[in-house]
């Protein structure tokens, strides 16, 4: 698991503002993508590599 007590974490544009289902993305770290819920900001987070989470967001990007 990489470190990331570094990890500047954002809320995603796609996250509502009323409180519920948030994610948060931390992509400040070299070689690693962070990915948590911000409800749990203190439990697990999915990692990936750049170019993985590159591909899935522009693949999202296109769902409505």
């Given at each position: 698991m990489p470190d990331l007590t570094n990890?500047?974490?954002r809320k995603?544009?796609?996250?509502g503002?009323?409180?519920g289902d948030c994610v948060?993305?931390?992509d400040n770290l070299?070689?690693?993508?962070?990915?948590?819920?911000?409800?749990?900001p203190h439990g697990p987070?999915?990692?990936f590599a750049p170019a993985a989470w590159a591909t899935f967001v522009?693949?999202?990007?296109?769902?409505?």
């Open positions: 990890a500047r974490w995603s544009t796609r996250s503002s009323n409180g948060e993305v931390a070299p070689g690693v993508v962070a990915v948590r819920d911000s409800k749990d987070a999915l990692t522009q693949a999202t990007a296109t769902i409505r």
